[in-house]
């Protein structure tokens, strides 16, 4: 039996392992959400949920933080989006953070979430903190955006914590989590 329950301690209980609730932050306005990460877990996982910019047309981005400072350089991206107008491509250029997302809009049904894994053991300098998952935007013509976020940081931070943030405006509301993976 492989079966995965939601326990009453907030952790998701699988045999021998889990996840384990860490953080929240809940947009209201806000120019960015930042989730601390703490523990000594080898894997995160991070997800962002009913997130609606407060500019329309806006790319979704992330970025990696030690306890003093944010990494804004050094990211390597291969971003890939579907669109429901039959448009495809990868867009790999931004160096300044995680491309997350491409055109999020902001009218009514419109917004992004996100769930992505983290991985590295924290303090460990031989591995560069990297991540995967996948997005789902509906942009300003109520087109439908879905993305493979691919990317990693190519130098050896210790991260102690994870933001995001739209290319403009702010974060008008929304909610990014993170749990930790707890291995058997």
């Known amino acids: 039996n492989n079966s995965v329950f939601l326990r009453g301690d907030n952790t998701w209980a699988a045999a021998g392992g889990g996840l384990v609730f860490i953080d929240t ?27 609606k910019p407060g500019n329309d047309v806006v790319e979704l981005r992330g970025n990696f933080g030690a306890s003093g400072s944010w990494t ?13 107008d039959a448009v495809h491509d990868m867009a790999t250029s931004l160096t300044s953070a995680i491309q997350m997302g491409s055109t999020t809009g902001s009218a009514t ?11 590295r053991p924290i303090g460990t300098a031989d591995v560069y903190p990297s991540v ?21 940081v190519s130098s ?29």
């Not at 804004?72 to 429901?84: L, P, Q």
């Not at 509301?173 to 993170?178: A, D, I, K, Y």
């Open 132 to 152: 995967q998952g996948n997005m789902l935007a509906v942009n300003h013509s109520t087109i439908i955006e879905a993305g493979h976020i691919s990317s990693f």
């Open 25 to 51: 932050a809940v947009a209201s306005a806000s120019s960015t959400l930042e989730v601390t990460l703490t523990g000594s877990y080898e894997t995160y996982l991070i997800t962002g949920s009913d997130l």
């Open 109 to 119: 049904g419109e917004g992004a979430g996100f769930a992505i894994w983290f991985t």
């Open 156 to 184: 050896d931070i210790d991260i102690a914590r994870f933001k995001i943030a739209f290319s403009a405006g702010t974060i008008a509301s929304g909610r990014l989590t993170v749990w930790g993976l707890v291995h058997a």
């Open 72 to 84: 804004t350089s050094g990211y390597k991206n291969a971003f890939h989006r579907v669109r429901s």
